[in-house]
């Protein structure tokens, strides 16, 4: 991690996403709490969730949209239009205007789509591709550690200074974000123009993801964990209120726990794709996720301690491993696509999991369904671990490399990182 971090481009661009991503943190809480103040129902304050996941059907027009451009421009663009789409924000005052808010966040969700498939270009672009693992360790490190202060930052915010300003301070992170990657100078060809028909165009990344054995794999594997991984988002307060007797707030404390996982993961997922490969990686994260959903099903503080921190633990795993094998097994001109298609087929099995969870126990006991996510996680580990041939391992660590003589390579290391299309 130190030695991408000793690029100036990357360590620029690093601190750009720092203030995007503490936007992003302490404005999602945020809207759902503003929800729940004005009209005081618990269920359209979880609706603002699903406005923000329902964009995700336009994943193929929006990745579309994202390979016809230069990322950098694109990538600066795109955090502008963010900052502008939460003006509206301004205008809520009362329980009737909390429609104003659903649009916003779906236009939110439509953003995030977009920022995360020209960072994915962005990054690729500028990290040589032996250091992709650790320039998304890095940035999973820090959205990992924001995770265990932002919502909470967030919502104190709120309570302290209401919803407008929060709305101008997350605007702030994403104007400055814009401002400090349009000071990145690293020269990118112009996309290259499609010659096949719009229609066949918009469905490219999902086709390129069938195709390529490793990355199919690796999303039916992970599709199949995603099915039952969001029940814990309701079984979680099921396990606080029924099996540990105590009151919903110390639900944060576990999250806060998970949050340590997190960042734990997040430092040494890089290390574990060099010796275990993307694919190795990504089984590890998800087949974690079994024994601490499994531990769950028996109501102890400390053993759900033990639990939220190996939860926590698998989650930068997870998105270390995917979002890097798809950056290496993706032609340049079709990673917005593949990257677009493959958070709507991540973020769709997740939705339907929360829903279903949250249906599901009210009817079943919450242990019961903790053994099922066990279960169905090992087993989706367990396939995806069967498949870590697809993606060799590189177990010798990166060397260190004096500036001065990667300035001097830099023009065959944009070569490696960008095969031909």
Known sequence: MRTVLGRPDFRLLFGALLTSMAAESILLLALAIWVKDLTGSDGLAGATIFAIIAPMVLAPLIGWAVDRHPRRPFFVAANLTTAALLTPLFTVSEAGDVWVIYVVAGLYGLSYLTLSAALAGLIRHMVPVELL????????????????VGPLAGAALYAAV????????????????????ALLRTPEAAPGGGGSRWTAELGAGLRHLASEPALR??????????????FTESLIFAYVDQGLRRDAAFVGVLVTVQGLGGLVGGLFSAALVRRAGEVGALATGVTLFGP?????????????????????????????????LIQRRTPAGLLGRVVAASEALVSGPQAISIGAGALLVGVFDYRLLFVLVGVVTTAAGAFLWRGRQL?????SAVPHIPLQRRAAESEPEQRVAHPTR
């Open 217 to 230: 794999r690796a999303l039916l594997g992970y599709g199949l964990g995603s099915l039952v991984m969001g």
């Open 292 to 324: 601490a959903a499994l531990a769950l099903a028996y109501p102890s503080v400390w053993l759900g301690f033990a639990a939220l921190l190996l939860a926590g633990l698998s989650l930068p795993l997870i998105t270390v491993g995917l979002n890097t």
């Open 133 to 148: 693992a650790d320039a998304n360790g890095a940035l999973q490190t820090v959205r990992q550690g924001l995770r265990l």
């Open 162 to 181: 209401g919803g407008w300003l929060l709305t101008g301070l997350a605007m702030v992170g994403f104007i400055t974000a814009a401002a400090v990657v």
């Open 391 to 395: 993606s060799a391992p590189t177990v």
